[in-house]
């Protein structure tokens, strides 16, 4: 076991089994050795020392979206596409974003039974997605704007305390940001068809940590709610919230925060649309939406 | 102008045209010589003294739920259906929810042009929508996290502040909250097309003021997002946030807290579904979502 990083942080010692481990500089070289390669830097940092820990017989599990789209490269919800693990021609596996892997998590086991037509996806994204700067950044803004001062918006593109924000890059040439996109393309590689249909909007909120999600899917053939709350119930990964509605009683931040699973619940029969479903999924974005994530394909790959 | 009010508040003064006024106590004879009655109470007085208002011939404007779903009462946003407030044989017009009010602001330049088949509606709803109280017990939540205590709920059925929260009453036999059905019913009956499909799923965030709405919406024939944003440039109404996304530009809480404007942006063509589209809807909830439609119904009877 050992830690890389910039220069920067070189020296730094990090907590490791009941010890200690210094961290190292992250050259091609210092990957010598290496089985599995957890990476959790920039898209360029992955770009240029992916293929070199790869070429010295790692296994890279990169955390960025430096590699998610690459057909040669796999891109993992362990609970969902473990099998497209086995074959990564570059030495590479990629991990999802965030929003994609707790969705899919979710919607898996009812696209097994009924294959998923189309999906609409508004979210409620927690600063911390964004990086401890930006998590600071937002209770920073609370203490402002309690003191009846300015929000400070130096990480952030402007006020997210009290307000909802999206601070996703712009996709050139389209309507769309980033996170949107990804959220289509990642959800049609992971469960390997094409011809889903994803309507995304990506919004975030005023929380720390913990995603949430409001999902509507329609599928090939009719699914009802009881159906759907049975195949929830036994899915890898989901912890089903299976209760009638009542004010406060659904899955929420609070509840996924530090815990792996992800949280489904309020799933309802559509009341439009015979055959379709809504339903509502949180999860914890640091853990299940990227750590955790990466540290179960390892976990598989080694099993 | 006279101002009426339960026993409790009977002798107030309020400021009103440069003078004040006197409360007084809210009977059924207190309307006589009332031309128009602006209802802002609970669904339990509307339900008792609205009858009596008309009675005295006062067009009564009731805010509540009482009479929303009432065949022989007018539901009325006037820039969607002001004629159908002519025809009122209890002399009563029902104000709708404040959700549903600024969507279909937003949407009826969309329907008169191309017929809405499908909505896909999920909220970000503010606290002030639950009352005065609820505004303050989110501040007071803010208050107790940011010190480390447990955040007061007396009035919210949990957490708000850093959180996201369903507070919305159960409809019995139903899945779905109150608020949720709310937007379902009373969209068709503004429209007056009740064969249009309508996917709530109502969200609290821990915001003061302002409603945000992530819309999904399907027509009869195809729309693109270049004709929707020339129909909502001229809409009524409505404030279009016409720029190409990029970080942090989009409607938003913070610009439309007392404003009259529903704001709509995000305009979006529908990536898996040809001829639909996204957007995104923010509104002063306690303005045009609930004390300005009513005043804008009363000032265009009066007109």
Redesign the interface.
Known sequence: MIALASPRSVGRKLPFAGGEIEVQVASPEAFAGVTYALFSAGASTARELAPAAAAHGAVVIDNSSAWRMDPEVPLIVPEVNMHAAAKRPRGIIANPNCSTIQMLVALKPLHDAARIR?I?V?T?QAASGKGQAAMEELLAQ??AL?NGAAPPASI????LA?????????SPGS???EEELKM?NETRKILGDDT??????T?R????T?H?E?V?VQFHRPMD?VEARRLLASAPGVKLFDE?????R?P???HAVGTDDVFVG????????PG?L?L?IVADNLRKGAALNAVQIAERLHA
């Open positions: 189309h609409v508004s409620y609370h203490h309690m952030l593109p402007g006020q009290m307000n909802v924000l999206m601070d996703w890059k712009a309507d769309y940001s289509v889903i249909a994803v309507s995304p909007t919004v909120v005023p929380v720390v913990g949430s409001s509507h709610a009638p509605y009542a004010p406060g659904h929420q931040p609070i309020r799933v309802r029969d559509d009341l439009g649309v379709a809504n509502f």
